[in-house]
């Protein structure tokens, strides 16, 4: 398997796990998670979209931004946002909010769609 499909496997298999009812995000016990996914499901996506322009090699995600910078110009604030939102969600001892996963599946589709 390509490395593009292989990007665009784990993006799909992350949608599907966002559309769980256990990660409803009005619903959910696990907002954290939510978000998490949601991150991980972006940077699939952008993985992937990358790899159709011959960047396989990402060693880190200070990298894979610069990268968003050079050939996603449109897709780097929404990554950014997501991504310290996930960061917040895996790192900080509080609980996010529904209005965050709503901020999370909101820049997530934006990213969807410029990909």
């Excluded at 390509?2 to 993006?11: L, N, S, V």
């Excluded at 256990?22 to 940077?43: E, M, N, R, S």
Aim: aromatic fraction near 8%; include cysteine; charged fraction near 30%.
């Amino acid at each position: 398997m390509a490395i593009d499909e292989q990007h665009e496997w784990q993006a799909k298999h992350n949608a599907k796990l966002l559309a769980e009812p256990i990660l409803g995000p009005k619903d959910t016990a696990y907002p954290d998670w939510v978000i998490t996914v949601a991150f991980y499901k972006a940077l699939h996506l952008v993985d992937m979209t990358l790899a159709a322009h011959g960047i396989i090699d990402i060693g880190h995600h200070d990298q894979r931004k610069e990268y968003i910078r050079k050939h996603l110009r449109g897709s780097f604030g929404n990554y950014q946002a997501l991504e310290e939102l996930s960061r917040k969600a895996r790192y900080h001892a509080t609980k996010p909010t529904c209005d965050d996963i709503e901020d999370a599946l909101e820049l997530l589709q934006r990213i969807e769609q410029a990909v």
